[in-house]
């Protein structure tokens, strides 16, 4: 019986498999996944598909306790040796995905680029990996993966985006059929291994839809699956999935009981990430807090409302505003980690008298918040997506320049009211 495609690209090509584009988003990816497991080192990981290590080393590195493992012996060598040079300690083994020598035993498994799934040759050999993962797990657990996006297919030609990836040193990729009915892309990769052999191989893919997916998690025990797209070395929940996503990343999470949330924030608070990290939010506030002043002398500026893991703000209240019982806070919020804009009003009855307004005469740039239990804001705009505290200095230029835009727009339509 002739051996899996899967196996024969994998018997002699790790070396080659590291300069692949595809694997240069290392650290990147990590960034994510440190966020995903809320940088808490007590955990017991697993890398599902591990190849030659890239993401257990980086993230082993990083202080966590990873377990990896892979079928292929040619990827786990190079894993091993550099595990050596690099002084580390971390367990690889060879093993088959589909039945994996582990029970409730992992806090967490990532199964980043494909890893096994979704290169087996049935849908239901690819689901006994999902099943072997789900096993491997604790009753809490957490599984990240990527793979395959069929929502990519159906809009776009992947012969394109093959060509469109290949820099003629990497392996190359020609798809001979896509089976819209199976979700099957044949095709025919060409790659160059260890030995600088050339090899041409036919393999065969499978592309899974969003509800496909969540069919077989839920049938797995996990209750919460998310779905973004994958972006090289540059995973983000801002990045939501979509047709023009090659792959997808999954986020899937088995009931958390109110035990382990418990646990989780007890964890956090020893390595006082979260007192650390709040201080570094709350000091930038006040840094703004102070240019705020200078920069409109005339205006009052509230102190720093520091609030606690919601949002935490300053707000200016300039002359323009006052005279409308109106003011702008400039938001910190945390569970999305951005900074916005809020125009709130003295009261919920000049809240809606305003929202009225500003429904019939729309500020282009913002937008306009529906009232609702909780909420105080009559328009909101997005100021830093994506802020970076090691630049802090810049940020609050940009931030000040934005700002004096918001407000010469919402003085421009209020004169215009009076």
Request: aromatic share 10%; proline share 2%; hydrophobic share 40%.
């Amino acid at each position: 019986m002739a051996e899996a495609w899967y196996i024969s690209l994998f018997k002699n090509y790790a070396h080659q498999y590291d300069r692949e584009i595809f694997t240069q988003g290392t650290k990147g990816e990590c960034d994510f996944l440190e966020q995903e497991f809320q940088y808490n080192k007590n955990l017991n990981i697993l890398d599902v598909g591990c190849g030659t290590g890239r993401h257990a080393i980086e993230l082993t590195k990083r202080g966590y306790t990873i377990t990896g493992i892979d079928l292929s012996q040619a990827q786990l060598k190079l894993a091993k040796e550099k595990v050596r040079e690099a002084g580390l300690d971390i367990p690889f083994f060879q093993a088959d995905a589909r039945n994996l020598p582990f029970k409730n035993q992992f806090d967490i498994a990532i199964m980043l680029c494909e890893g096994g799934f979704p290169l087996m040759e049935t849908d239901e050999e690819n689901t006994k990996i999902m099943a072997s993962v789900a096993g491997a797990l604790k009753n809490e657990g957490i599984f990240i993966f990527t793979t395959l996006n069929g929502l990519f297919p159906l809009k776009h030609s992947l012969n394109e985006f093959y060509q469109s990836q290949g820099n003629g040193e990497q392996a190359t990729y020609t798809s001979t059929q896509f089976d819209i009915l199976s979700m099957r892309d044949h095709n025919t990769t060409s790659f160059t291994d260890d030995n600088q052999k050339e090899h041409s191989i036919t393999s065969n893919e499978r592309y899974y839809i969003p509800s496909e997916i969540t069919s077989i998690l839920k049938q797995l025990g996990f209750t919460a699956i998310e779905f973004f797209g994958a972006h090289l070395g540059a995973f983000s929940r801002k990045d939501l999935l979509s047709a023009e996503d090659f792959e997808m990343l999954v986020v899937a999470k088995k009931h958390c009981t109110d035990q382990l949330l418990v646990n989780r924030y007890t964890s956090l608070v020893k390595q006082q990430h979260i007192d650390d990290a709040y201080l570094i939010i709350i000091t930038f506030l006040r840094s703004l807090q102070q240019k705020l002043v200078s920069k409109y002398p005339e205006a009052k500026v509230t102190d720093v409302y520091q609030g606690y893991l919601d949002m935490s703000y300053v707000a200016v209240i300039t002359p323009q505003l006052q005279a409308h019982n109106l003011k702008l806070a400039l938001v910190y919020v945390h569970a999305d980690g951005c900074f916005q804009a809020w125009l709130s009003a003295k009261n919920r009855t000049i809240q809606r008298k305003y929202r009225e307004y500003f429904r019939s005469k729309p500020i282009k740039s913002c937008m306009l918040v529906e009232q609702g239990p909780g909420v105080d804001a009559i328009l909101q705009w997005d100021l830093l997506d994506a802020p970076n505290f090691n630049d802090q200095e810049n940020m609050l230029l940009a931030l000040m320049e934005i700002t004096d835009s918001v407000l010469h727009e919402i003085h421009g339509s209020l004169n215009s009211k009076e």
